[in-house]
């Protein structure tokens, strides 16, 4: 019998500001079908479900064009809570659970079961109900061994291993009433091979209860594991629709990352051989605590004179490699500067080490946004260096006119657009400021210059001047750089290798040449798995 579909979205379209983000996306999901949705970070997956659960960005932005159909129904979804009614549930990769709560008391939370008593009758009140604990344990129960989970409903959450926390993210869904549709988003991302393998199980159990499943992951080896259908998005564009017995890991990798690439980095880069160039960074077992983006133990030699690229999905830890060596985050192992131990931990005296960083975060921690410009630009070498003050006996002063000269000169050098170094920074569009939050690394006069996310939130003309200013950078001054980034298109046109970071560590080091299906395989976390099978 032919299954209908749970799920249609046809014709999606979704422009941010003239910038279109979603192209004529088309995506149909059946009852009891299990429908993965690949792509890299920004293909626009995210946009997506922003779009089918009704999220706030989507019509503060404008809405979007196209229709969005449940069992072949047109549906205006306007809120989350108009996907709940309908039927649409999702799993977070972050879990929405409250620690000191029970189970029952999670799975029910904003939908509790109650039962009137004298007062709520006298008052004429739902609210002063009595909340009916017999009822919504019963209720508990019944999702949890759907799941196949045999732990007790009123045992508290706070302190249960992670895989017991995703169950019960998805019992939270599944004991919603006419539940249709599931949206998994990265469940397995924070799971043991054998929690993912439970988990999966669980997620076919409920496709076979005739519940459709939107599966979103970047582990292609699960895709061919649990899911039917297979979508692929790629800079915001439909690639292809694939059946799972018509694909494979390497079909998928290269459909997922495949694109055409200019290289742009200087001629005769040494993509190779560099075992015999001067070390400017060496790095030892670095393990780094940053929230969801860890660093669990990685060994990496940086040359003078190169660019290197560090890429990856979001959450496997390409973040945590600058922000643990400029000691913004916890950290340990051992880091080399020109042979000299740099001190972790310590920001100040990564500064001082010759290393400039420009955070990923541009507004949240690399500018201040109410300062002027030239303020921007020379206050972290006022602060780490001294420079630009006056003394007068026992005070100093900042030297006002020479911040201005020099902010002034790096403003004409870098093509800063704006109306004077005074204007403030809030001011400026994102490439401009972006462009600021370089000029200050500059300005500290760096060995080695960390940019992480060079080009996010800026527009495509943006991305290309901010581009050429750091191959400019290297070529003219040979400065070292390394430059973390999402965008893989740019770290193949400018870096000289490229590191990729999966789960926490290096899956694996390429030239920007090479394959996309590399790349894709690195980046999904399978190439080392499948390098192991072909040497059996």
């Known amino acids: 019998m032919k299954k209908e579909a749970v ?36 293909a626009g997956k995210s946009t997506l479900m922003n779009i089918l659960f009704g999220m706030p960005v989507i019509h503060s932005t404008g809405g979007f064009s196209g229709e969005v159909r449940l069992n072949d129904e047109i549906v205006e979804i306007k809120s989350p809570f108009d996907a709940m009614k309908l039927g649409i549930g999702m799993v ?39 909340l009916d604990h017999r009822a919504m344990d019963s209720d508990a129960r019944k999702a949890l061994d ?63 209860k005739g519940i459709g499943i939107l599966f979103i992951t970047h582990r292609l080896e699960e895709v061919l594991q649990a899911a039917d259908n297979i979508t692929i998005l790629r800079d915001g564009e439909l690639v292809a629709t694939r059946k799972k017995k018509e694909t494979s890991v390497i079909e998928l990798a290269e459909l997922m990352v495949g694109r055409k690439i200019q290289i742009l980095n200087k001629s005769g880069a040494n993509n190779g ?15 780094v605590k940053m929230p969801g983006e860890a660093v669990k133990g990685i ?11 560090i890429g990856g999905l979001a959450g496997q830890g390409k973040i945590g490699i600058a922000n643990g060596i400029m000691g913004l985050y916890e950290s340990t192992g051992e880091v080399l500067i020109n042979g000299q131990n740099l001190v972790l931990n310590d920001t100040k005296g990564s500064l001082r080490a010759g290393i400039a960083f420009v955070s990923e975060d541009r507004r949240g921690v690399g500018l201040l946004l109410d300062a002027s410009i030239e303020y921007n630009i020379a206050v972290t070498t006022l602060q780490v260096k001294n420079k630009f003050l006056k003394r007068y006996g026992f005070f100093k002063q900042i030297d006002g006119r ?35 939050c370089i000029a ?61 970071i999966s789960d926490g560590g290096i899956e694996g080091i390429l030239p920007p040449e090479a394959e996309d299906r590399e790349f894709g395989l690195m980046m999904a976390g399978e190439y080392k798995k499948l390098l192991g099978k072909e040497g059996m």
Request: aromatic share 4%.
């Open 7 to 42: 799920l249609q979205m046809k014709n999606i379209e979704k422009a941010y500001y003239g910038n279109k983000v979603l192209k004529n996306i088309s995506l149909s999901v059946k009852a009891g079908e299990i429908h993965a949705l690949l792509g890299e970070n920004g």
């Open 92 to 130: 977070h990769q972050e879990f929405m659970l409250i620690p000191d709560f029970t189970i029952t008391e999670n799975i029910k939370v904003n939908r509790e079961t109650t039962t009137p008593n004298f007062i709520s009758r006298t008052f004429k009140s739902k609210r002063l109900e009595t």
């Open 146 to 208: 759907t799941l196949g989970m045999g732990i007790d409903e009123w045992t508290k959450v706070a302190g249960l291993p992670i895989g017991y926390m995703q169950f019960i993210e998805i019992a939270r869904e599944i004991d919603k009433s006419g539940i249709k549709l599931l949206v998994f988003d990265e469940p397995t991302a924070v799971l043991t091979e054998g929690e993912a393998d439970n988990l999966i199980a669980a997620i076919k159990g409920l496709a076979a």
């Open 273 to 287: 051989g560099t075992d015999q160039r001067e070390k400017a960074i060496e790095i030892k077992n670095l393990e």
């Open 299 to 309: 060994d990496l030699d940086v040359y003078k004179g190169e660019i290197l690229g």
């Open 402 to 436: 020479g911040v201005r000269q020099h902010a002034q000169q790096l403003i004409k050098d870098l093509d800063i657009r704006c109306s004077g170094s005074q204007q403030l920074t809030r001011q400026l569009s994102g490439g401009n400021q972006q462009k600021v």
């Open 440 to 500: 200050r690394a500059l300005t500290l006069e760096p060995n080695v210059l960390l940019v992480s996310e060079p080009t996010r939130g800026i527009d495509i003309g943006a991305k290309k001047l901010v581009l050429d200013l750091l191959l400019k950078l290297n070529k003219e001054l040979g400065m070292t750089i390394i430059m973390t980034s999402s965008e893989l298109v740019e770290l193949r046109s400018i870096c000289d290798r490229i590191v990729i």
